[in-house]
């Protein structure tokens, strides 16, 4: 079936505003993953559902961030008042049960705040 | 101790040669271990995946597992241009009650034709 999918592509947006960013898991999928990835940095983990609820949401780095996730398949981030230094890849991610299986990786958004 | 590290590159190597790529990793109880390739721009696709000890192949990839200690490579034979991309290794590490898969900053391979 379909891989991960991710929207938008790419945004662009003034600091402050607020961002909302989407990713469709792999059909049958019941583990998703958010990371951050900034320009020449590692994967920065953000947070990991497991069906709808979120056992580890540690690697959110401040209270503009916060996810959820429906029906045990799309997921939003949402970025609050954005910072430039938010500026970074987003990438979701899904596996099949749990943190121990192999995770697939979406395309990406790529956040920029100017 | 970083939980995963890889040797820092970059790494160049010419068009046929193997490539070597090493990781070492902080938790003992770690199970499953992964090896990533990304390109510049993309996002990191699997290579390959290894949970027991010892070597599993996979055309010319080769992924190396020492639990002792805590060491995990990849094998690149008769490596060509279009394998240049960075290698990140992946570790599931346990974290709060979870395991969490905690990546590498990535070694740069580059292969000269």
């Known amino acids: 079936g379909a891989g991960v999918s991710q929207s938008p592509s790419n945004k662009v947006t003034e600091k402050g505003k607020d961002v909302e960013l989407r990713c469709d898991p792999i059909?049958?999928?019941?583990?998703l993953y958010w990371y951050r990835q900034s320009l020449g940095q590692g994967l920065e983990f953000l947070i990991y559902?497991?069906?709808?609820?979120?056992?580890?949401k540690s690697g959110l780095p401040s209270d503009r961030f916060s996810a959820e996730r429906t029906g045990g398949s799309v997921s939003t981030l949402t970025i609050q008042r954005t910072q430039q230094e938010d500026s970074a890849v987003y990438l979701c991610a899904s596996s099949s049960q749990g943190p121990t299986d192999t995770q697939y990786f979406g395309p990406g958004t790529r956040l920029t705040v100017l | 101790q970083k939980e995963v590290e890889q040797n820092s590159g970059p790494l160049s190597v010419p068009e046929g040669a193997i490539a070597s790529l090493n990781c070492t990793y902080s938790?003992?109880?770690?199970?499953?271990f992964f090896w990533y390739r990304q390109y510049s721009g993309k996002s990191p696709e699997l290579i390959m995946s290894?949970?027991?000890?010892g070597d599993k192949e996979d055309g010319r990839f080769t992924a190396q597992l020492n639990k002792a200690s805590q060491y995990v490579s990849l094998l690149i034979r008769d490596s060509q241009p279009s394998d240049s991309a960075t290698y990140l290794c992946a570790v599931n590490i346990w974290h709060r009650s979870n395991y969490k898969l905690t990546f590498g900053k990535g070694t740069l391979l580059t292969v000269n034709p």
């Open positions: 290894i949970y027991s000890n």
């Open positions: 559902f497991q069906g709808n609820s979120a056992p580890d």
């Open positions: 938790d003992r109880g770690s199970q499953s």
């Open positions: 059909s049958g999928h019941t583990a």
